[in-house]
């Protein structure tokens, strides 16, 4: 009996030996297929590209500050709402910045028409200049008539003298009276009223107080949405406090930090594919490299690592590189600042440069407001009113 079953044990295992030698050459061939598809891929496809999942949604925070002083009594906008460049903000007291803006307007006026009384004087003075020589031309004819008579004995020395002394009086009034004339003109030759430095000092005065009374409504800069709200009604606050921030979500862009060993071809306006971790990998973003980075992140952190103190390892560094995104695909998907992204930048064509151009000259400002100049106009406008005002009744009588 053992014999016997000992025969078909010894024919199995060769059968089974062979089975397993079959699978693990078709597992091998498989494993090579594997690498040699992958790389295939690798050269053909992912060598041209550039990922990491080390990126940010950045935009701009614009602070709104007070430029004078006050107390806060309105707040017209809060966290998340979104708002329009001058929509009005936030209101300050206006009481003290009336008062003031009242005096200048005020002082104004009256220098307006102290001026004005100034070109009106000359007419005056050279009225008085006329009689003054009038007066003169009779003192020397009267003077004239006496000495003529004084062989006769008409006439006393003392008369002739005391005409001499008219004469003398005539003379120097007329020479005070063109003196006179003189000086008005030289306070008021060559420049309009409206031109005139007195009338200059006063209006910047009450530009002065129109733009403080302005500047207690703080209006937004720029259109988008409240972040941080930190003032409250009834608040003092300082020029320069921070109140709130807007961001405008319509202007956002990514920062995606690379490792330095992925930044040999990365070039300026190559292509970029990103994916939201908000909306999923469903959702692509396109947009463009627009920049590196000057220095690695550490290099401009708070607190730089000291690499020549004590012990030292390196570590790969990474470069923060700007990314612009399309502003349609934005609008449809909008994304909050600090959101995670996917980052895939195609390297394919390096032939362009990593840093901006030498020569180029932004001949704009990248970012502007012009909400404050409404205000500047405004006190334009008051000043020429007042000073319209305060000389047209002068100029009527002319």
């Given at each position: 009996?053992?014999?016997?079953?000992?025969i078909?044990?010894k024919?199995?295992?060769?059968?089974?030996?062979?089975?397993?030698?079959?699978?693990?050459?078709?597992?091998?061939?498989?494993?090579?297929?594997?690498?040699?598809?992958?790389?295939?891929?690798?050269?053909?496809?992912?060598?041209?590209?550039?990922?990491?999942?080390?990126?940010?949604?950045?935009?701009?925070?614009?602070?709104?500050?007070?430029?004078?002083?006050?107390?806060?009594?309105?707040?017209?906008?809060?966290?998340?709402?979104?708002v329009?460049?001058?929509?009005?903000?936030?209101?300050?007291?206006?009481?003290?910045?009336?008062?003031?803006?009242a005096?200048?307007?005020?002082?104004?006026?009256?220098?307006?028409?102290?001026?004005?009384?100034?070109?009106?004087?000359?007419?005056?003075?050279?009225?008085?200049?006329?009689?003054?020589?009038?007066?003169?031309?009779r003192?020397?004819?009267?003077?004239?008539?006496?000495?003529?008579?004084?062989?006769?004995?008409?006439?006393?020395?003392?008369?002739?003298?005391?005409?001499?002394?008219?004469?003398?009086a005539?003379?120097?009034?007329?020479?005070?009276?063109?003196?006179?004339?003189?000086?008005?003109?030289?306070?008021?030759?060559?420049?309009?009223?409206?031109?005139?430095?007195?009338?200059?000092r006063?209006?910047?005065q009450?530009?002065?107080?129109?733009?403080?009374?302005?500047?207690?409504?703080?209006?937004?800069?720029?259109?988008?949405?409240?972040?941080?709200?930190?003032?409250?009604?009834?608040q003092?606050?300082?020029?320069?406090?921070?109140?709130?921030?807007?961001?405008?979500?319509?202007?956002?862009?990514?920062?995606?930090?690379?490792?330095?060993?992925?930044?040999?071809?990365?070039?300026?306006?190559?292509?970029?594919?990103?994916?939201?971790?908000?909306?999923?990998?469903?959702?692509?973003?396109?947009?463009?490299?627009?920049?590196?980075?000057?220095?690695?992140?550490?290099?401009?952190?708070?607190?730089?690592?000291?690499?020549?103190?004590?012990?030292?390892?390196?570590?790969v560094?990474?470069?923060?590189?700007?990314?612009?995104?399309?502003?349609?695909?934005?609008a449809?998907?909008?994304?909050?600042?600090?959101?995670?992204?996917?980052?895939?930048?195609?390297?394919?064509?390096?032939?362009?440069?990593?840093?901006?151009?030498?020569g180029?000259?932004?001949?704009?400002?990248?970012?502007?407001?012009?909400?404050?100049?409404?205000?500047?106009?405004?006190?334009?406008?008051?000043?020429?009113?007042?000073?319209?005002?305060?000389?047209?009744?002068?100029?009527?009588?002319?």
């Amino acid at each position: 009996m053992n014999a016997s079953t000992s025969i078909p044990e010894k024919t199995q295992a060769p059968r089974k030996n062979g089975k397993r030698r079959v699978f693990l050459i078709a597992f091998t061939l498989l494993i090579l297929a594997l690498l040699v598809a992958y790389g295939i891929w690798w050269f053909v496809f992912a060598r041209h590209f550039e990922s990491t999942d080390d990126a940010y949604v950045s935009g701009n925070v614009v602070q709104v500050t007070p430029q004078i002083g006050g107390t806060v009594i309105a707040i017209h906008a809060d966290d998340t709402e979104r708002v329009e460049a001058g929509k009005p903000l936030v209101e300050l007291d206006p009481s003290d910045a009336k008062v003031a803006l009242a005096q200048a307007e005020a002082q104004l006026a009256q220098t307006v028409r102290e001026v004005r009384t100034l070109f009106v004087n000359t007419g005056a003075l050279n009225a008085n200049i006329a009689l003054r020589s009038t007066d003169l031309a009779r003192a020397r004819e009267d003077l004239a008539r006496r000495t003529r008579l004084v062989g006769t004995g008409a006439v006393s020395g003392e008369e002739i003298e005391h005409a001499r002394n008219a004469v003398k009086a005539a003379e120097s009034a007329l020479t005070a009276a063109r003196e006179q004339l003189a000086s008005n003109q030289a306070l008021t030759s060559t420049t309009p009223v409206a031109q005139n430095p007195n009338v200059l000092r006063a209006a910047a005065q009450v530009r002065a107080a129109y733009l403080a009374y302005a500047r207690t409504t703080l209006p937004a800069p720029i259109s988008g949405y409240v972040a941080r709200r930190s003032v409250q009604v009834g608040q003092r606050v300082a020029p320069g406090t921070p109140l709130l921030s807007i961001v405008p979500l319509n202007a956002l862009w990514v920062d995606a930090n690379f490792k330095e060993v992925q930044l040999a071809h990365m070039r300026m306006d190559q292509p970029v594919t990103l994916h939201s971790d908000l909306y999923g990998s469903d959702a692509v973003y396109h947009g463009k490299v627009v920049g590196l980075a000057a220095g690695t992140g550490a290099a401009f952190a708070l607190l730089p690592t000291q690499n020549a103190s004590g012990n030292w390892i390196k570590v790969v560094q990474r470069v923060p590189v700007r990314i612009a995104l399309d502003p349609k695909e934005l609008a449809e998907r909008p994304l909050r600042i600090g959101l995670s992204m996917q980052v895939k930048v195609d390297i394919a064509h390096d032939e362009g440069t990593s840093l901006s151009a030498a020569g180029a000259v932004r001949t704009a400002p990248a970012y502007e407001t012009r909400v404050f100049e409404a205000a500047d106009r405004e006190a334009d406008q008051e000043i020429e009113r007042i000073i319209a005002d305060n000389s047209a009744a002068v100029v009527a009588r002319q």
